[in-house]
């Protein structure tokens, strides 16, 4: 069984963290932290758990974190936990800064605790199979994604996400796309892209070896008009995504169990751990400087 602190009180660490982690066999929750100590204190209430007031006591009483915070202030907890040798369990992105998804991963690398990244779609079964088959039939030139989702209507759970407006689509949906494309096409050496209406963003990438990959995202798009859909393009012919067939807390039960086997087996090799969310931070960290200067950007070896 292992000891679970959950930070954040909004719609995701309710019905996704704090759901999923009161039902797992594997994992007991000790306790909640938030910025608002009267939500902190409910959802403590719900699940029967104590709520605190410092960040620090809870990390004390507990052997791993899971996350559910705006990304800068999740890196700023994260490695608080990790320099105090608790395990991560994480959202996306994992920060907003390529300097805080570094020091994310120097604490959890310097104290060797396992970490995972939440990514939805590729904990969903039906989906981490289909990338799997996939990127092993190779033969890939294309992937495109299209992404236009609508938080900011009346009824959004989202809609009262700060960082969410400020930051946009690039930061909340870019790294769903990104978790994705990168799978079977591989790392990214290029970076170009553009804005459109409505807070609308296009991404254009080179992956390495040569294959491209496009994402139109928007978290403002009309009712109307929103859709989700990836795709794959190359020698074998065309490739659609499945959905995943879960919701989110089943899925994030499935990152639980992949985080306890990580801790259990002693291994720190996750497809989806704080080095693969710190490859995404980069990606998009380098559209943001792309789309401001209007400039292709190369991203290092």
Known sequence: ????????????????????LHAHPDAELVGV????????AALAERYGVPAYADVDALIEQCEAVAVALPPDVQADIAVRAASAGRHLLLDKPLALSVADADRVVAAAEESGVASVVFFTQRFQPNVTA????????????????TAFASIFQDGSPY?????????????DIAP???????????????????????????LLLTHEGGATSSASLSLDAP???MTREFVFYGEN????????ENDAATAFGVAIDQLVEQVRAGTRDHRCDVRFGREVVEIIAAAETARAESRTVPLSA
């Open 1 to 20: 069984m292992l000891r679970f602190g959950l930070f954040g009180t909004g719609h995701w660490a309710i019905e996704t963290h704090g759901k999923a």
């Open 33 to 40: 932290w938030g910025r608002n100590p009267e939500r902190a």
């Open 130 to 145: 289909f990338l799997a088959a996939t990127a092993a039939a190779g033969g890939w030139q294309h992937g495109r994604t």
């Open 159 to 171: 809609g009262g996400s700060l960082w969410r407006r400020e930051h946009g689509a690039l930061w």
């Open 176 to 202: 769903h796309a990104l978790s994705i494309l990168l799978p079977v096409l591989g790392r990214v050496t290029q970076v170009a892209a553009m804005d459109g209406p409505s807070g609308m963003v296009h």
């Open 223 to 225: 009712t109307e008009s």
């Open 237 to 244: 012919g065309i490739e659609n995504v499945p959905f995943g």
